[in-house]
C-alpha cells in the first residue's frame, strides 16, 4: 500500500533503496494512538472552520477511531512494508476505509506539525510512567530503609572509612536524588506539554482553526507561539532525554555501591537469587548482572541525549528531516529506563543487609576519630589542634594495633592532657552516631524523620 503522499510534481520512480532508508514507521508506529488523537482535534477544528460537512467529520473521526482500534487488536494490521510513516500510514488506511473525505483531513496541516504534537502527545504519557516507576522505586528504598531502621553502616569518602552513618541514611541518599529527577522530568513535561498543531509546514495555517480549542481537547497546557519555532523545536527531546541521563546516574551509582557491599570483601550486602546469576563454569559465583546492566546501559542514554544534541546543532530553520532521527533516541530511552527503574526496584526488595557485618565494619578503622577530635572542642580545644592531637592519638593506637577506644587513658592523656574518663561514652557507634543532629545529619532521630517526611512527599 505505497499511496504516496505527493505525486504531481514528479515524474520519475524512486529507487526501492532510498524509499527503505527514508522509512520510519517501522519504530514511528507507536505514535499511532497519539497521530491519531491529534488527528481528531484537527478534523474538529477543520468542521468548526466549516471546511468539512458534518458528515465528513463525522465519518473522519469514525474512521480514524477505527484505525486505532484495528491497530490495538490486530497485530497484522501494522504489517506494512511500504508505509513511509505513521502519518502517511494512517492517512491512508483512512481513504481506504472512507473514501474521498479522507483526502480532506491534511487540510491546513502538515507532517511538520502533525508529528512534533503527536510526539509531544506520546512522551507527555510516558513522562507520567516514568514518573509513577520512579516513585516506586522510591517507595522500595523506603521500605529497605524501614527494614533495616537502625542499622548502622560504613559511610565512605574516596571509597576510605570515614564516619559511620546509618544505613536508612544511605537510602534516603538516593531517595532524593530520585526526587530531584521526578521534579526535572515534571518541568521538562510543562514544555513538552505546549501544542505546536496549527503551524502546518513552518508558516501556520491558512485557515481560521481554532488552536486554543485544539489544544483543550488534547489537554495541552499551552500552544505554540511561533510557527517556524513550533515545527523545528526538538528542545523537549533533549529535555527528556537529559533528564533520563541524570536518572541513570543515580541509578548506575546506586548500582555500584551495591555491587561494592555486595562482594566477599565488603560483604554488607546479600544479594537474593532473585536477581543474581551463577557462573557457568565457577560453582561458588553469584553475580549481580542486574545491577552490572543497570551500570552498563547508563552509558547508551547519555549517547542519545548527546546525539540528538549533535543533530539539531547545525539545522537550518525549519523542519529537516534530520529530526526523524529524534524518535529512535527518545523511544529507546523510554524503553530503558523504565527498564532499569523496574529492575532496580526489584533488586531493592531482594537485598538484605548483613547488620552485624556492617555494623563491626562501622566501628573498626578509626571511623571515630573526627568524634574524638569533636570531643577534644568540647574541651575547648581549637578543632585545628584537635585535629592534630587526634591524629597522634589514631598514631599511637595502629602502633598497638588496637582501635581508639581500647587506649587506657593515661596512654591518651600523655598526648591529649584534657581528655578524661568520659571519652569512652562520647567513642561509642551510638554516640558517634547521635551527635549528627543537624537537619539532613545520620543521627537516628533525624533519619527516623527524615524516612517519615518522605513517605509523606511521596504520597
Ligand atoms: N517521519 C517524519 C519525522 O519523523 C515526519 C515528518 C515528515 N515531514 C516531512 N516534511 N518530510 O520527522
Redesign the pocket.
Known amino acids: 500500500m505505497g499511496a504516496k503522499l505527493w505525486g504531481g510534481r514528479f515524474t520519475g520512480e524512486a529507487d526501492a533503496g532510498f524509499l527503505r532508508f527514508n522509512?520510519?514507521?517501522d519504530f514511528?508506529r507507536r505514535l499511532l494512538a497519539a497521530d491519531v488523537r491529534a488527528s481528531i482535534a484537527h478534523c474538529a477544528a477543520l468542521r468548526r472552520a466549516d471546511l468539512l460537512t458534518e458528515e465528513e467529520a463525522r465519518a473522519i473521526t469514525e474512521g480514524l477511531l477505527e484505525i486505532s482500534r484495528r491497530a490495538s487488536t490486530d497485530p497484522d494490521y501494522l504489517n506494512d512494508a511500504e508505509a513511509?510513516?505513521?502519518?502517511?500510514f494512517i492517512e491512508a488506511r483512512l481513504v481506504q476505509l472512507i473514501g474521498d473525505a479522507g483526502r480532506k483531513l491534511h487540510t491546513g496541516r502538515?507532517?511538520?506539525d502533525?508529528?512534533a504534537t503527536a510526539?509531544r502527545l506520546w512522551l507527555r504519557e510516558e513522562i507520567d510512567q516514568l514518573n509513577e516507576r520512579l516513585r516506586a522505586l522510591q517507595a522500595a528504598l523506603l521500605d529497605l530503609a524501614e527494614r533495616h531502621r537502625d542499622a548502622a553502616l560504613p559511610g565512605y569518602t574516596h571509597l576510605q572509612r570515614a564516619q559511620p552513618i546509618l544505613f536508612a541514611h544511605w537510602c534516603l541518599a538516593y531517595f532524593e536524588m530520585f526526587e530531584r529527577d521526578r521534579d526535572r522530568l515534571r518541568d521538562a513535561r510543562r514544555r513538552v506539554n505546549t501544542m505546536p498543531l496549527g503551524s502546518a509546514?513552518l508558516a501556520g495555517a491558512s485557515y481560521q482553526l481554532d488552536r486554543e480549542a485544539m489544544a483543550r481537547a488534547l489537554g495541552f497546557e499551552a500552544i505554540t507561539r511561533n510557527s517556524l519555532d513550533a515545527v523545528s523545536d526538538r528542545d523537549f527531546c533533549v529535555e527528556a532525554t537529559a533528564a533520563a541521563s541524570l536518572v541513570m546516574v543515580h541509578l548506575s551509582r546506586l548500582a555500584e555501591d551495591i555491587i561494592i557491599y555486595a562482594t566477599t570483601e565488603f560483604g554488607f550486602i546479600e544479594l537474593s537469587d532473585a536477581v543474581a546469576t551463577g557462573s557457568s563454569l565457577m560453582p561458588q559465583k553469584k553475580n549481580p548482572d542486574a545491577l552490572e546492566l543497570i551500570r552498563g546501559k547508563a552509558g547508551r542514554i547519555f549517547g542519545h541525549t548527546v546525539a540528538l544534541l549533535a543533530m539539531l546543532k547545525g539545522l537550518p530553520l525549519a523542519?529537516n528531516?534530520d529530526?526523524?532521527?529524534?524518535?529512535e533516541a527518545v523511544f529507546d530511552t523510554v524503553d530503558t529506563v523504565k527498564a532499569c527503574l523496574e529492575t532496580m526496584a526489584t533488586v531493592l526488595r531482594n537485598v538484605r543487609l548483613n547488620e552485624a557485618r556492617a555494623r563491626e565494619a562501622a566501628t573498626r578503622g578509626y571511623m571515630n576519630a573526627t568524634e574524638l577530635a569533636d570531643y577534644l572542642v568540647r574541651k575547648g580545644v581549637p578543632f585545628r589542634d584537635a585535629h592534630e592531637l587526634t591524629g597522634r592519638l589514631v598514631l599511637a593506637a595502629m602502633a598497638r594495633g588496637v582501635e581508639l577506644q581500647d587506649l587506657a587513658l593515661d596512654e591518651m592523656r600523655a598526648i591529649a592532657p584534657m581528655i578524661e574518663g568520659d571519652v569512652y561514652a562520647a567513642l561509642t557507634l551510638d554516640r558517634t552516631l547521635g551527635s549528627k543532629e543537624v537537619i539532613g545529619g545520620t543521627a537516628p532521630a533525624r533519619v527516623h524523620e527524615a524516612i517519615r517526611e518522605a513517605r509523606q512527599r511521596l504520597s
Open positions: 522509512r520510519s514507521f514511528d513511509e510513516d505513521v502519518h502517511s502538515s507532517r511538520n502533525q508529528v510526539f509546514a523542519y528531516k529530526m526523524q532521527e529524534d524518535k
